[in-house]
């Protein structure tokens, strides 16, 4: 079997992979690479998702790559038209001509004597194994498992006589016009559903154990637009881009900092939106301060309005059992239903559930500490792409590709060939999120640690990372470095490193 050697090989095409191939080649165009994408096609995530309505939580201008402006007028933009951009995206700067399709990464083992992971990729529908070879392996594949969503395991759900459809397996062209639908969940993906769902069904009920955050906002952005016809592209992208990741920021330090006042704010916009007759109490207010979980944005009120206008409703309370026609509730009430929508959440699934070894020995990454919220502890020359929970994914995916990048030309400066974070028993560990949501604390314990102390410590915070990974050391002392043919991962006399 013919082995390809590559320096880097990227996992997955989607918005980081397709990020993570730019800026390789913008910065280190001397490394070869190559993108290893287990699906047919470009897009991940937005090629992924086809449910009603599919579209972003984030605004583009922060959503969108640093390199590439948004241009279109919807700063809150539908799945296909992300999915259209990731794509041009690719092809405008050659990342497309890299990528190997249908090549699902299962395997990636470590050699300290070669300083290279030999990969392991099973290719097609026939699952023919395909091996690489590579100096640096760079994993963009996001966060949650590609097989399936989470549904929780109802009572009754057999005897059901509708379609129950969870959101990541939506069928290609549904007709669910006329019909009654009900939606369990009040997260990002429900408060999508529900109000597109609500144009042509006979009525959409939103049915949630507890309420979340909702706040609405604009589909496009005045100012950005304005900005775009008086300004360069450039410009103006790269100042609304700031604008919103400074707004971002004061919103998210105000509501830790003063959560009732944020809590009190919040609600006061929901009732503006649904009036005083409404019981914003009951559906609308969360037993949680604001950013303990993840904010649910509707633009242009839409899920408010499909309230208002009675074809959608909420109704906050848990499931008994299913029947043959519908849901019966643990306060007696019974919801009639054709379709039952689970928006029950995610799984998440660290690196694809990608295997992991080094010299031979299996590597738990749960039991590692995260480097910079990128690196593995102990784990030499592996690198992961994950974006925030409090702002936009990609503001720090494209930190993380510039810092991978500085990483990889200090290397070669220097001669070293491997690098890794170096465990350090006397820092104080916490949970990798500090973060509420179900999808979160169902998985935690798979992911690995992080610490109180940077560069251990995850910030959630744009600015911080910016400094620090832009513009602080590579080698800080805790990343250690190495040729071949050494042994272990220790730091040599340098006098130059320092400066680095």
């Not at 279109?72 to 990528?99: F, N």
């Not at 966060?143 to 009754?156: E, K, L, N, S, V």
């Not at 043919?485 to 006399?493: E, P």
Request: aromatic share 10%; with cysteine; net charge neutral.
């Amino acid at each position: 079997m013919t082995v390809e050697h590559f320096d880097v090989l990227i996992v997955g095409a989607g918005l980081s992979g397709v990020g993570a191939g730019y800026h390789l080649q913008t910065n280190c165009p001397n490394k070869t690479y190559a993108i290893l994408e287990g699906r047919e096609a470009i897009g991940g995530t937005w090629d992924l998702f086809r449910y009603p309505g599919i579209r972003s939580d984030s605004d583009m201008y922060t959503l969108g790559y640093a390199f590439k402006p948004w241009r279109e007028a919807k700063a809150i933009a539908d799945g296909p038209s992300i999915l259209r951009y990731v794509r041009e995206t690719a092809a405008e700067h050659g990342v497309d001509r890299h990528i190997r399709f249908r090549h699902h990464v299962k395997r990636a083992a470590w050699s300290s004597a070669d300083s290279r992971w030999t990969v392991e990729a099973e290719r097609g529908p026939d699952k023919e194994i395909v091996r690489f070879t590579c100096g640096f392996l760079f994993m963009c594949s996001g966060y949650y498992d590609y097989a399936g969503g989470y549904t929780p395991d109802f009572a009754g759900i057999d005897q059901f006589e509708g379609d129950v459809l969870h959101p990541q397996k939506w069928p290609d062209n549904y007709d669910y016009a006329g019909k009654r639908v009900v939606v369990i969940g009040s997260g990002a993906t429900a408060v999508t559903l529900v109000p597109e769902m609500a144009k042509t069904a006979a009525h959409v009920v939103m049915l949630q154990r507890s309420p979340t955050y909702v706040v609405s906002r604009p589909a496009e952005d005045a100012l950005a637009n304005s900005l775009r016809r008086r300004l360069p592209a450039k410009l103006a992208y790269d100042i609304i881009r700031w604008r919103n990741v400074l707004l971002g920021m004061f919103f998210f330090n105000m509501a830790r900092k003063r959560p009732e006042k944020t809590k009190e704010r919040l609600l006061g916009l929901v009732r503006e939106h649904l009036g005083p007759d409404y019981d914003v109490a009951t559906h609308f207010t969360p037993r949680y301060n604001p950013w303990d979980q993840r904010l649910c944005l509707v633009p242009d009120a839409d899920l408010f309005d499909a309230i208002k206008a009675g074809s959608a409703s909420v109704v906050t309370d848990h499931i008994e059992t299913f029947t043959p026609k519908g849901l019966k509730l643990k306060s007696g009430q019974e919801l009639e239903a054709d379709i039952v929508v689970t928006a029950t959440g995610l799984k998440m699934q660290l690196l694809s559930g990608l295997e992991v070894s080094v010299d031979g020995e299996r590597v738990d990454l749960s039991k590692t500490m995260s480097y910079k919220g990128m690196m593995y502890s102990g784990v030499p020359n592996l690198a992961s792409a994950f974006g925030y929970t409090n702002a936009s994914w990609t503001l720090k995916c494209d930190l993380t590709c510039e810092y991978i990048c500085r990483l990889l030309n200090y290397m070669d400066q220097r001669g070293w060939t491997r690098c890794a974070p170096k465990p350090d028993a006397s820092v104080a560990e916490a949970p990798w999120l500090d973060f509420s949501s179900g999808y979160i604390q169902r998985s935690i314990d798979q992911f690995p640690r992080q610490g109180l102390v940077k560069p251990w410590k995850l910030h959630q915070n744009y600015a911080l990372d910016l400094v620090a990974l832009r513009f602080g050391s590579v080698d800080d002392g805790v990343m250690q470095f190495d040729a071949p043919n050494k042994a272990g991962l220790a730091a040599a006399a340098d006098p130059e490193r320092a400066a680095a």
